[in-house]
């Protein structure tokens, strides 16, 4: 979020003149007197630097500014759901949900734990409901609380969304894409699209949020991410997400140089007498790993180690016997330096990568070119 929160009142003023087309008509929608409804148009043109409308005597006829921008007020004026919430209140509230606590929302902002007390305990009021309560030393969300909070950051992300379109219409370098990336997609894919897009749009800031899918994915329903990247998913988990595939991924079997599994005859038989490490059982990848045993006729063998992260995986397979199932890409250095090998899996295991999104994620311009070029990146990637 912007030092400064954004003034609610003044966005909707801005989409209910586009709507009505007269300042009366307008300002009867928001509750508001005409000088007051000006003012604030006023005061969102100097925030901008922008002329939202050219005032003539058959009404307010919107700019290009206020054509790019309105559609994402009139969303996040929805999305927040009351007129007498505040963006002071937002902030202070996802501030608190975010991180976990006043004093830790506090030392983020630098706004004092008292100012974000009174800021949240008069949003509850606002809204007539409770949003958080108090277990001990800990803050939980009440559902309301968990409702509120997710429109609240859907309402935030609409409008950066709507600020960088305004600044990338004024010429102005400005903008940021925030990425959740999954493991695989740390190897190539996504490096490559932003060497790609970093020399296309210097002036977009790009974030990357690692975790795994169970970590990524709730931010990104909330809106503090834009996408996410890495294994799709069959399941219920992510039915309220849309997912585009982008390329396939062969797994292989990788060990340390030198392992008697490499000059083995019969790989699928031998590979079970070894120790195995693999993420945990809710990852595709395991249940990738699991059907191949199954389809070998073999009974699935106990994983005493169970590990999600490649760098791990990597010292623990240079100093032992172990093997694992991972994309040669994501151990490339080790393979080419001839630390660690790869050998095609005794039965043919593939997985699907691909993009995560927001059923109504409505990217800017520049986020979708970075969505093109992870298309395209993704194309060479699987060659």
């Not at 009440?142 to 992300?157: N, Q, S």
């Not at 093997?323 to 080790?334: A, G, M």
Request: neutral net charge; hydrophobic residues 45%.
């Amino acid at each position: 979020m912007s030092d400064r929160p954004p003034n609610i009142r003044h966005y909707a003023a801005l989409a209910a003149t586009v709507r009505h087309g007269t300042l009366s008509r307008a300002a009867r929608a928001v509750n508001l007197t005409q000088p007051a409804l000006t003012q604030a148009i006023s005061g969102l043109e100097g925030t901008l630097g922008a002329t939202l409308f050219e005032r003539g005597p058959s009404g307010m006829s919107p700019t290009e500014a206020a054509l790019l921008l309105a559609p994402r007020a009139e969303a996040a004026i929805e999305l927040i759901g009351s007129p007498r919430v505040t963006g002071t209140q937002v902030r202070a509230f996802l501030s608190v949900v975010r991180a976990g606590s006043y004093a830790a929302a506090s030392e983020a902002t630098g706004i004092s734990p008292a100012s974000l007390h009174r800021a949240v305990a008069d949003l509850s009021v606002a809204l007539g409901q409770r949003l958080l309560d108090r277990h001990g030393r800990s803050l939980v969300l009440t559902p309301a609380g968990e409702r509120r909070a997710r429109a609240f950051g859907l309402a935030m992300a609409e409008l950066r969304a709507g600020l960088a379109e305004v600044a990338a219409w004024q010429g102005k370098a400005g903008g940021r894409i925030v990425i959740g990336a999954m493991p695989l997609s740390r190897a190539r894919w996504l490096p490559e699209t932003i060497r790609r897009f970093s020399g296309a749009y210097p002036g977009i800031d790009i974030s990357v949020h690692e975790g795994s899918h169970a970590e990524l994915a709730g931010p990104l329903r909330d809106g503090e991410i834009d996408l996410m990247l890495g294994a799709l998913r069959e399941d219920a988990v992510a039915s309220d997400l849309d997912q585009e595939a982008v390329f396939e991924d062969r797994p292989a079997l990788v060990v340390r140089a030198g392992h008697p599994l490499l000059e083995s005859a019969e790989p699928g038989a031998a590979m079970l007498g070894y120790p195995w490490l693999l993420p945990s059982r809710e990852t595709p990848l395991r249940r990738y790993w699991e059907a191949m045993i199954r389809a070998l006729g073999r009974n699935v063998p106990h994983v005493g180690i169970e590990c999600g992260s490649v760098m791990t995986i990597r010292q623990l397979l240079l100093s032992s016997d172990a093997i694992t199932l991972l994309s040669p890409d994501q151990v490339s250095v080790e393979l080419e330096a001839g630390i660690l090998a790869a050998r095609p899996t005794p039965v043919p295991v593939t997985r699907t990568i691909g993009i995560s999104t927001r059923p109504s994620w409505r990217p800017t311009a520049a986020q979708a070119a970075f969505v093109q070029m992870l298309r395209e990146a993704g194309v060479a990637v699987a060659n």
